[in-house]
């Protein structure tokens, strides 16, 4: 059931994803923490069209920043494609397989990354993988089936309602006085996006119909929001259990708006004096044991594995509701998950082995 006494672990990072530079990022993190003496390890980048090619270690831990520019994939490097078994073939150059992978550790984020469909390549080809299977990464990715998910296992969440292009197209006086309802302000959000990418915070209903076609633009399926207010934006980075213990959670961390926007794309990557992370969070102790034991209730009911992030919000009453679980949260050493691991007593380079020790030990196929 085991791997190889040195397993060799598949890096996969790029992608078609917008988020495909910040993957590049997290490539060179992990490959400059990773335990060579005990992994062998073989990096892959996709490109931004979606080609598969084999970069040299050396290449990939060096990518970085340069005068402002991210890094991505250059698509340079011979194709590659991951046949069955986790044998990896070479298609250009010397065709013929160059690897066989144990385990596979996606680093990409958003759509073809943490939605399910590399998870789906990873299962096809019938192997071990970090993180959450098929279905807990599709419906973590969609927010209208996560909170759908959310809501069946009663997990405490704001009220929210979905605009599909249906609603939109053949019923749209009807769609707004429901959306309306939720009382103002709104969060209109594209379902599947992610980095707060096409999101509008709505306080006249007025501006509903535009913000609506803002999030269209990256998404058909539209989730709107009540917009909370006097909230704390608190993340909890969970862990799974080892041999079939409950998951772990972290210490908490705070994302503490400077000014009076939201937690939006400009802030999240361009942070400057708009937001500080908290890492970790000064919380009260009751805050803290409800945040972690719904944050690991919410791991379990997604089905989560491996690892996860859930972010909720902290009202003033002392209720915590959940925003959204991330099953590829952010992942370079700098990033939330990581450093709340870290304030926790986990360093990132043993966050990593932990986690491909978690995804080596479980089975293959329906778990
Ligand atoms: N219902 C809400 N009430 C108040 N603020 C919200 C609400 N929904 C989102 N926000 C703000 O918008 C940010 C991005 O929303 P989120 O749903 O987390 O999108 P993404 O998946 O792109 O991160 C949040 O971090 C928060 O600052
Ligand atoms: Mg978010």
Redesign the pocket.
């Known amino acids: 059931m085991t791997a190889t006494e040195r397993p060799t672990v598949l890096l996969v990072f790029g992608g078609k994803s917008s988020e495909h530079p910040v993957s590049c990022l997290t490539a060179a993190s992990v490959l400059a923490a990773i335990n060579t003496d005990k992994y062998d390890v073989v990096p892959v980048g996709i490109t931004a069209e979606g080609r598969w090619t084999l970069v040299p270690v050396e290449v990939a831990a060096a990518m970085k920043t340069v005068d402002g520019q991210l890094p991505t994939v250059s698509g340079e490097h011979p194709e590659v494609v991951l046949g069955n078994g986790g044998v990896l073939y070479r298609v250009e150059g010397e065709p013929g397989p160059v690897a066989t992978i144990d385990v596979a550790m996606s680093l990409m984020h958003g759509p073809y990354g943490e939605d399910g469909t590399i998870q789906g390549l990873f299962e096809m080809a019938g192997i071990r993988f970090v993180g959450s299977g098929v279905a807990t990464s599709a419906n973590g990715m969609d ?1 209208a089936l996560m909170k759908t998910s959310f809501a069946r296992h009663q997990i405490a969440q ?1 009220p ?1 309602q979905l605009v599909t292009d249906p609603d939109w197209v053949q019923r749209r006086e009807q769609t707004l006085a429901r959306v309306a309802e939720l009382g103002l ?3 209109v ?1 594209p379902a599947r ?7 509008t ?1 709505v306080t006249d209903l007025a501006d509903l119909p535009d913000a609506i076609e803002t999030a269209r633009e990256h998404d058909p399926r539209v ?1 709107i ?5 006097g ?1 704390r ?1 608190i993340e909890c980075a969970v862990l799974q259990g080892r041999d079939g213990a409950p998951p772990r959670p972290s210490l908490l961390g705070e ?1 503490r ?1 400077l000014t009076d926007g ?4 400009e ?2 990557y361009l942070p400057g004096e708009q937001v500080a992370l908290d890492i970790p969070a000064t919380v009260e102790p009751e805050l803290e044991a409800a945040a972690q034991a719904l944050a690991v209730r919410t791991f379990e009911a997604m089905d989560a594995e491996g690892l996860a992030r859930v ?1 909720m ?1 902290a009202l003033p009453d002392g209720q915590v509701l959940v ?2 679980i ?1 099953t590829m949260p952010g992942f370079t050493q700098y990033s939330m998950y990581p450093s709340l691991w870290q304030a926790t007593g986990m360093s990132y380079p043993e966050l990593i082995d932990e986690l491909l020790g978690l995804a080596l030990a479980r089975p293959l196929g329906l778990r």
């Open positions: 927010k704001g929210w302000p709104l969060f959000k996006a992610g980095s707060s990418i096409g999101i915070r989730v929001e009540h917009g909370l207010t909230v934006e994302v708006m939201f937690y939006d794309f802030a999240k972010d919000f925003n959204e991330n």
